[in-house]
Nanobody, 123 residues
Framework: QGDLVESGGGLVQAGGSLRLSCANS????????VAWFRQAPGQERELVAT????????HYTNSVKGRFTISRDNAKNTVDLQMDNLKPEDTAVYYC????????????????WGQGTQVTVSS
């Protein structure tokens, strides 16, 4: 599929917002389900948000529902994660991932990973 490249991470105060973007520099992203995972120090990688290949289904982990929004623009070959009302517990490295499936729900199903982008939320 090519390389997945994340951007948009950084340092923000609690209550602030960040927008992460995942760009695919290889083949079109259209046929692939895409998800955002995150991993905090000493913790396992967890699914944050996922969107189906056809843009019909989205799913969020409970801790981010109502605060994060995943979206995809197949014409631009990008998948974004809008993160609002950020909390210190959102601090982690965020990874974009894709798979040749309808929707991506677990890390074991990932075909391609991005390199990750750090998000740090200060209290």
């Amino acid at each position: 599929q090519g390389d997945l490249v994340e951007s948009g991470g950084g340092l923000v105060q609690a209550g602030g917002s960040l927008r992460l973007s995942c760009a695919n520099s290889g083949r079109p992203i259209r046929p692939y389900a895409v998800a955002w995972f995150r991993q905090a120090p000493g913790q396992e990688r967890e699914l944050v948000a996922t969107i189906s290949y056809n843009n019909q289904i989205t799913h969020y982990t409970n801790s981010v529902k109502g605060r994060f929004t995943i979206s995809r623009d197949n014409a631009k070959n990008t998948v974004d994660l809008q993160m609002d009302n950020l909390k210190p517990e959102d601090t982690a490295v965020y990874y974009c991932a894709s798979a040749s499936t309808t929707i991506l729900l677990k890390s074991e199903s990932v075909d391609y990973w991005g390199q990750g982008t750090q998000v740090t939320v200060s209290s």
